[in-house]
């Protein structure tokens, strides 16, 4: 007697401890569900904060995800994969199909979902947290429309697209418009901020000024298309930016500290925009009426859209933007990854593969 088919994940258990191996039975997708056989899974540093159960928000205050997360729960959202099963329902996509997976779903009822934007539905359905996510063999889409085709652009790239590409390019977009007389800052050359360096020539046509404190990720900005990579711990490097330029029209914070905040705004010039992206935790003290004399505007950008994640797909398809350094490892390390990632051992993107390896 065959045995029946299984899936083996790594799944968060309990907030504050590491993943558990889970094995448990194969799912069939119904109605308009998609499964999806795991190629690689990209992973985020916000798979830390959903592993800890909280964002901190500075002054010793936390964000808790515990009541908003029902574990156990499959981490891992940066996912390709190729089609394995399909619901009665579910049109426009065939077994064998290789595809991105837009990892950011919502209800599909609210007025943001009908407009596109389900990224920020209040009632979520995003894999790896409202959702078991690609940490994974196999993981179950709502729907085919959540699926992007990349062509011939190679997979664990092609992961990484789904957050870290799209989240780079989702804040590049707000950022805009900026060009050689209205210079960008990019704070932070981790891998979404590398996404940024890189992208910021196909959509501005700019290479941006990059500000990170470690001096291996300045020179991988500079290597990535950066005109100038700095430390914002200088003590005259504000002067020397502002002397510079006239002040920065845009900056994008993809760290979200503090410190990261405080130094943006410090170099931003009058009518400047500032683009809040990262999440490291933290809080910033503003003096209020600072925002209006000054004209500036700050945003806060999440993730991004379906739509943009095809704009995205395409620009990589017609070989506008390069890959940023991805280190590839085994799914069976996520754990590892995981803890490499938290201490600062990770250069670039890290992607999980399974290929042909057994998870044990």
């Not at 094995?23 to 592993?51: F, M, Y």
């Not at 990349?150 to 870290?164: H, I, K, M, N, R």
């Not at 990059?210 to 990535?224: G, Q, S, W």
Request: proline share 6%; glycine share 12%; hydrophobic share 40%.
């Amino acid at each position: 007697m065959n045995e029946a088919p299984q899936m083996h994940s790594y799944k968060v258990t309990r907030f504050g401890s590491p993943l558990c191996q889970a094995v448990e039975p194969l799912p069939v997708p119904v109605g308009t569900q998609v499964l999806l056989k795991v190629r690689a899974c990209g992973v985020c540093h916000s798979d830390l904060h959903i592993l800890d159960g909280y964002f901190d928000l500075g002054h010793g205050n936390k964000m808790d995800l515990t009541r908003g997360i029902q574990l156990p729960k499959t981490l891992g959202h940066e996912i390709v994969g190729t089609v394995s099963a399909v619901g009665p329902d579910a049109k426009g996509v065939s077994i064998g199909d290789a595809r991105i997976v837009y990892p950011w779903g919502g209800c599909s009822q609210c007025g943001l979902c009908r407009n596109g934007k389900e990224h920020l539905c209040m009632q979520p359905r995003a894999l790896g947290t409202a959702l078991d996510g690609g940490f994974s063999d196999y993981v179950m889409v709502d729907t085919p429309n959540y699926l992007v085709e990349f062509g011939d652009v190679p997979e664990d790239f092609a992961a990484t697209l789904a957050c870290s590409g799209l989240t780079s390019y989702s804040a590049l977009l707000k950022a805009g418009p900026v060009d050689a007389e209205d210079p960008l800052l990019i704070i932070g050359a981790g891998g979404v901020g590398l996404a940024a360096v890189g992208l910021a020539s196909a959509v501005h046509g700019i290479a941006p000024i990059v500000a990170d404190i470690d001096p291996a990720k300045r020179e991988a900005a500079l290597a990535a298309g950066a005109s100038m990579a700095t430390d914002p711990r200088d003590p005259d490097i504000r002067k020397l930016l502002i002397r510079q330029t006239d002040g920065i029209a845009s900056v994008i914070d993809f760290v979200g500290a503090g410190a990261t905040a405080e130094f943006g705004l410090s170099v931003l010039r009058k009518g400047g925009k500032m683009v809040m992206v990262g999440l490291f935790g933290g809080a910033l003290e503003l003096p209020l009426p600072t925002v209006p004399l000054r004209g500036i505007s700050i945003v806060g950008s999440y993730v991004g859209s379906l739509a943009e994640l095809r704009e995205l797909a395409r620009l990589a398809q017609d070989g506008r933007i390069a890959p940023t350094p991805l280190e590839i490892r085994s799914m069976r390390t996520a754990q590892q990854t995981l803890d490499d990632l938290r201490n600062g051992r990770i250069s670039g993107r890290a992607v999980l593969r399974n290929d042909q390896e057994k998870m044990n």
